[in-house]
């Protein structure tokens, strides 16, 4: 009977340090210029966005913006018919024609023009608009799938703007929600964004 006890106290203890662990909040490098990095720990709610999920979920973030949506990208394909990019590009002219602060940080190649040449037309396309639009320079690769909306919610994953990409592969991402981690990650943001250009 005794060896029945430890063994429950034993399988409780580790239920308890099972579900601590799997309750972390998430890390960032705080990055301060000290070269004495650390991890600090902040709280997030995360959520995993796979797959067919990511359209109607990207959809409804921008239709529900309030403030700003800023967006790193390594590809936006342009296409002249109506599918699920073309909207997810029309959703933010839209939320910037309503008041929303609308940046858009896209790669440029100075090896892979098809990249390249469909980031310049839609990059066109957004800034006939009024929208703010940068390139990174020719030689870096900014491979990142990065949106900061309402200084709350992050979106960070594989899944580039194409029709592939939305419609059909297997695509991993995951949406943050906390002020501090979208704090995080402007400050990324805009340490990219000031080593862009606005033409080409």
């Not at 210029?33 to 650390?38: A, M």
């Not at 024609?97 to 310049?120: A, F, I, P, Y």
């Amino acid at each position: 009977m005794k060896k029945v006890k430890i063994e429950f106290l034993f399988l409780i203890i580790l239920l308890f340090i099972f579900v601590i662990s799997s309750c972390q909040p998430a890390a960032v490098d705080n990055d301060d210029g000290t070269g004495n990095d650390t991890l600090t720990l902040i709280p997030t709610k995360a959520k995993m966005v796979c797959n067919r999920d990511y359209y109607p979920l990207m959809y409804s973030l921008f239709d529900n913006s309030k403030k700003n949506i800023f967006c790193v990208m390594y590809n936006i394909n342009s296409y002249d018919y109506d599918n699920e990019v073309t909207r997810l590009v029309d959703r933010l002219i839209v939320a910037h024609e309503r008041g929303v602060v609308v940046k858009v940080l896209l790669e440029q190649s100075d090896w892979n023009s098809d990249v390249t040449n469909s980031n310049h037309q839609v990059g066109d396309q957004l800034k006939s608009y009024g929208i703010d639009v940068r390139y990174d320079p020719l030689t870096v690769t900014t491979h990142c799938k990065l949106f900061i909306i309402d200084s709350l919610y992050v979106m960070v994953g594989s899944t580039n703007w194409t029709i592939s990409a939305v419609n059909s592969n297997n695509e991993a991402n995951t949406l943050l929600e906390g002020e501090e981690i979208a704090l995080d990650f402007t400050g990324y943001f805009e340490n990219l964004w000031k080593n862009s250009f606005d033409g080409r």
